[in-house]
Nanobody, 122 residues
Framework: QVQLVESGGGLVQPGGSLRLSCVAS????????MGWYRQAPGKQRELVAA???????NYADSVKGRFTISRDNAKNTVYLQMNSLTPEDTAVYFC????????????????WGQGTQVTVSS
Protein backbone atom coordinates (compact mmCIF):
# COMPACT_ATOMS: atom_id res chain seq x y z
CA GLN A 1 0.00 0.00 0.00
CA VAL A 2 1.22 3.47 -0.88
CA GLN A 3 0.16 6.60 0.96
CA LEU A 4 0.74 10.29 0.31
CA VAL A 5 0.44 12.69 3.23
CA GLU A 6 0.42 16.45 2.69
CA SER A 7 1.24 19.11 5.24
CA GLY A 8 1.98 22.81 5.42
CA GLY A 9 -1.35 24.34 4.51
CA GLY A 10 -2.96 27.13 6.48
CA LEU A 11 -4.16 30.69 6.49
CA VAL A 12 -1.90 33.35 5.03
CA GLN A 13 -2.33 36.98 4.06
CA PRO A 14 -2.16 38.11 0.44
CA GLY A 15 1.46 38.45 -0.62
CA GLY A 16 2.56 35.84 1.87
CA SER A 17 4.23 32.47 1.43
CA LEU A 18 3.63 28.87 2.34
CA ARG A 19 5.57 25.68 1.78
CA LEU A 20 3.67 22.47 1.25
CA SER A 21 5.21 19.04 1.75
CA CYS A 22 4.05 15.62 0.63
CA VAL A 23 5.64 12.46 1.94
CA ALA A 24 5.15 9.11 0.25
CA SER A 25 5.20 6.04 2.46
CA UNK A 26 4.64 2.34 1.97
CA UNK A 27 6.30 -0.49 0.16
CA UNK A 28 7.46 0.73 -3.23
CA UNK A 29 10.53 0.78 -5.41
CA UNK A 30 9.98 3.96 -7.35
CA UNK A 31 7.67 6.85 -8.05
CA UNK A 32 7.49 8.44 -11.48
CA UNK A 33 6.23 12.01 -11.72
CA MET A 34 4.74 13.75 -8.70
CA GLY A 35 2.55 16.77 -8.74
CA TRP A 36 0.42 19.23 -6.89
CA TYR A 37 -3.18 19.86 -7.83
CA ARG A 38 -5.73 22.17 -6.30
CA GLN A 39 -9.47 22.39 -6.13
CA ALA A 40 -11.34 25.52 -5.17
CA PRO A 41 -15.01 25.43 -4.11
CA GLY A 42 -17.26 24.91 -7.12
CA LYS A 43 -14.33 24.37 -9.48
CA GLN A 44 -12.65 21.40 -11.05
CA ARG A 45 -9.37 20.05 -9.75
CA GLU A 46 -6.49 21.56 -11.72
CA LEU A 47 -2.79 20.89 -12.07
CA VAL A 48 -0.60 23.43 -10.29
CA ALA A 49 2.85 21.95 -10.82
CA ALA A 50 4.48 18.61 -11.52
CA UNK A 51 8.00 17.26 -11.44
CA UNK A 52 9.51 14.22 -13.08
CA UNK A 53 11.61 11.64 -11.25
CA UNK A 54 14.71 13.34 -12.66
CA UNK A 55 13.61 16.76 -11.40
CA UNK A 56 12.17 18.46 -14.46
CA UNK A 57 9.34 20.79 -13.38
CA ASN A 58 6.22 21.93 -15.14
CA TYR A 59 3.89 24.72 -13.99
CA ALA A 60 0.44 26.04 -14.67
CA ASP A 61 0.59 29.49 -16.24
CA SER A 62 -1.23 30.96 -13.25
CA VAL A 63 1.60 30.10 -10.85
CA LYS A 64 4.70 30.50 -13.00
CA GLY A 65 7.23 32.76 -11.32
CA ARG A 66 5.50 32.45 -7.95
CA PHE A 67 5.52 28.73 -7.12
CA THR A 68 8.44 26.31 -7.12
CA ILE A 69 8.13 22.55 -7.04
CA SER A 70 10.99 20.34 -5.91
CA ARG A 71 11.51 16.81 -4.72
CA ASP A 72 13.89 14.85 -2.53
CA ASN A 73 13.88 11.28 -3.80
CA ALA A 74 15.90 10.05 -0.83
CA LYS A 75 13.12 11.29 1.47
CA ASN A 76 10.28 10.37 -0.90
CA THR A 77 9.07 13.92 -0.53
CA VAL A 78 7.83 16.58 -2.92
CA TYR A 79 7.56 20.24 -1.95
CA LEU A 80 5.67 23.24 -3.23
CA GLN A 81 7.03 26.64 -2.30
CA MET A 82 4.30 29.21 -2.83
CA ASN A 83 5.17 32.90 -2.85
CA SER A 84 3.19 36.07 -3.58
CA LEU A 85 -0.03 34.29 -2.74
CA THR A 86 -3.34 35.82 -3.77
CA PRO A 87 -6.92 35.02 -2.75
CA GLU A 88 -7.27 33.20 -6.07
CA ASP A 89 -4.81 30.60 -4.77
CA THR A 90 -7.25 29.58 -2.06
CA ALA A 91 -8.06 25.90 -2.50
CA VAL A 92 -7.48 22.41 -1.19
CA TYR A 93 -4.09 21.29 -2.48
CA PHE A 94 -3.62 17.63 -3.31
CA CYS A 95 -0.44 15.68 -3.86
CA UNK A 96 -0.35 13.12 -6.67
CA UNK A 97 1.98 10.36 -7.78
CA UNK A 98 1.20 9.32 -11.30
CA UNK A 99 2.87 5.88 -11.24
CA UNK A 100 4.24 3.92 -8.31
CA UNK A 101 5.99 0.57 -8.65
CA UNK A 102 5.42 -1.43 -5.49
CA UNK A 103 7.62 -4.10 -3.92
CA UNK A 104 5.07 -6.74 -4.85
CA UNK A 105 5.66 -5.96 -8.49
CA UNK A 106 2.38 -4.19 -9.10
CA UNK A 107 2.01 -0.65 -10.42
CA UNK A 108 -0.31 1.87 -8.82
CA UNK A 109 -1.54 4.74 -10.94
CA UNK A 110 -2.77 8.15 -9.81
CA UNK A 111 -2.21 7.89 -6.10
CA TRP A 112 -3.66 10.85 -4.22
CA GLY A 113 -3.14 12.39 -0.83
CA GLN A 114 -5.99 13.59 1.36
CA GLY A 115 -5.37 17.27 0.65
CA THR A 116 -4.39 20.29 2.68
CA GLN A 117 -6.32 23.54 2.84
CA VAL A 118 -4.66 26.78 1.75
CA THR A 119 -6.57 29.96 2.48
CA VAL A 120 -5.30 33.35 1.37
CA SER A 121 -7.19 36.14 3.06
CA SER A 122 -6.64 39.38 4.91
Amino acid sequence: QVQLVESGGGLVQPGGSLRLSCVASGNFFSINAMGWYRQAPGKQRELVAAITSSGIPNYADSVKGRFTISRDNAKNTVYLQMNSLTPEDTAVYFCNADRVVTTTGSTKYNVWGQGTQVTVSS
